[in-house]
Antibody, heavy 122, light 107 residues
Framework: EVQLVESGGGLVKPGGSLRLSCAAS????????MNWVRQAPGKGLEWVSSISSSGAYIYYAPSVKGRFTISRDNAENSLYLQLNSLRAEDTSVYYC???????????????WGQGTTVTVSS | DIQMTQSPSSLSASVGDRVTITCRASQNISNFLNWYRQKPGKAPKFLIS???SLQSGVPSRFSGSGSGTDFTLTISSLQPEDFATYFCQQSYTTPQTFGPGTNLEIK
């Protein structure tokens, strides 16, 4: 079964840091672009970042560029998101999501984790 | 960045109804448009890729159409599990932006 399981969320003060993890199983992780998508309470979906299968290509939303860092460990079948300089507006459920087709990011996100909640508050 | 809009923002319908949701991109995105359904407290479910390609396991009552800037998602006969929020997403370029969502409610 293809599965993604996020962890690492929690309560953090403004300006603080957090590292999210996503453990993948049931597919050849190293063949696929991976993504982080977030959803603020009661709001819509916001694409945050994506990373190519090898890690060579990385993209960020303007709202997080310079503060968040995406990375992956293909040997460990794991995806990460380092969140620095956190703000109240970063409070969201963070989902990791797999690209539909291998070596491509343009056909949508077919598998999603259950999400991990990040709350930024003093 | 490419802006995505959806209409209507909310919709009331009954089981068995046919409904159509519209998504518009602020510039030409060819057919790189995807649709998702999300129920409260759950992760989104992938329905349609590349404007028209129904994903495996998604019922045939769902269909997508469009290209360029204007796209539609049609549900031919609503079932109880279809009452949820629907999002479109452009994957033509980064940042890959989502529409604001359409909340489909039971009448």
């Amino acid at each position: 079964e293809v599965q993604l399981v996020e962890s690492g969320g929690g309560l953090v003060k403004p300006g603080g840091s957090l590292r999210l993890s996503c453990a993948a199983s049931g597919f050849t992780f190293s063949d696929y672009y991976m993504n982080w998508v977030r959803q603020a309470p009661g709001k819509g979906l916001e694409w945050v970042s994506s990373i190519s299968s090898s890690g060579a290509y990385i993209y960020y939303a303007p709202s997080v560029k310079g503060r968040f860092t995406i990375s992956r460990d293909n040997a460990e079948n794991s995806l990460y998101l380092q969140l620095n300089s956190l703000r109240a507006e970063d409070t969201s459920v963070y989902y990791c999501a797999k690209a539909l087709r291998s070596y491509s990011s343009i056909y949508g996100l077919d598998v999603w984790g259950q999400g991990t909640t990040v709350t930024v508050s003093s | 960045d490419i802006q995505m809009t959806q209409s209507p923002s909310s919709l009331s319908a009954s089981v068995g109804d046919r409904v159509t949701i519209t998504c518009r991109a602020s510039q030409n995105i060819s057919n790189f448009l995807n649709w998702y359904r999300q129920k409260p407290g759950k992760a989104p479910k992938f329905l349609i890729s590349a404007a028209t390609s129904l994903q495996s396991g998604v019922p045939s009552r769902f269909s997508g159409s469009g290209s360029g800037t204007d796209f539609t998602l049609t549900i031919s006969s609503l079932q109880p599990e279809d009452f949820a929020t629907y999002f479109c997403q452009q994957s033509y370029t980064t940042p890959q932006t989502f529409g604001p969502g359409t909340n489909l409610e039971i009448k």
